[in-house]
T-cell receptor, first 113, second 111 residues
Framework: NAGVTQTPKFRILKIGQSMTLQCAQD?????MYWYRQDPGMGLKLIYY???????DKGEVPNGYNVSRSTTEDFPLRLELAAPSQTSVYFC????????????FGDGTRLSIL | DAKTTQPNSMESNEEEPVHLPCNHS???????IHWYRQLPSQGPEYVIH???SNVNNRMASLAIAEDRKSSTLILHRATLRDAAVYYC????????????FGKGTLLTVNP
């Protein structure tokens, strides 16, 4: 099983550029999440989805957008990249909600210059 | 969200048991206690979770105080691969789907 797969692993963007971070899971999980982790800090939730066609904001959604057209995929879109979005981005999925473990991908390391 | 308090760092020797403490004095009755760990340059990895009773799995044991205001993650025999940041997280579900990661405990394992 691949689990949660994130692409790309690394990316450098210029200020104002856009990009999509890809996330796919093959565990048939309904719940999917996007987190960001700044250096030396814990993770913060950006967006989450409880099923295909349903998304909602987390703690730090500004500057990001998501979509969930299939159970497997949950892409994260940055429209106008800013230096404050330099971070490591983690996608996760879980079978259920709060009493189920979340499975994380290996992350996308993004630098905005 | 109820807050957790963990030591910033701990050190252990290989093949010895490790007890990682977590205080959560404001825990509510519906809060599950989750433990995750994060190895360098990797995503967080689920370790164990529980509500009231002690829990065991192949990775670790979770000991929960009777009043639930503290818990301890127990690694029975530390290996070098267990060197990571360990996060103790409370989650009560409802409309709160997020896992609130604090700074965790950096565990160093000496050979």
């Amino acid at each position: 099983n691949a689990g949660v797969t994130q692409t790309p692993k690394f990316r450098i963007l210029k200020i104002g550029q856009s990009m999509t971070l890809q996330c796919a899971q093959d565990m048939n999980h309904n719940y999917m999440y996007w987190y960001r982790q700044d250096p030396g800090m814990g993770l913060k939730l950006i967006y989450y989805s409880v099923g295909a066609g349903i998304t909602d904001k987390g703690e730090v959604p500004n500057g990001y957008n998501v979509s969930r057209s299939t159970t497997e995929d949950f892409p994260l879109r940055l429209e106008l990249a800013a230096p404050s979005q330099t971070s490591v981005y983690f996608c996760a999925s879980s079978y259920g909600a709060f009493n189920q473990p979340q499975h994380f991908g290996d992350g996308t390391r993004l630098s905005i210059l | 969200d109820a807050k957790t308090t963990q030591p910033n760092s701990m050190e252990s020797n290989e093949e010895e048991p490790v007890h990682l403490p977590c205080n959560h004095s404001t825990i509510s009755g519906t809060d599950y206690i989750h433990w995750y760990r994060q190895l360098p340059s990797q995503g967080p990895e689920y370790v164990i979770h529980g509500l009231t009773s002690n829990v065991n799995n192949r990775m670790a044991s979770l000991a929960i105080a009777e009043d639930r205001k503290s818990s301890t993650l127990i690694l029975h025999r530390a290996t070098l691969r267990d060197a990571a940041v360990y996060y103790c997280i409370l989650n009560s579900g409802g409309s709160n789907y997020k896992l609130t990661f604090g700074k965790g405990t950096l565990l160093t394992v000496n050979p």
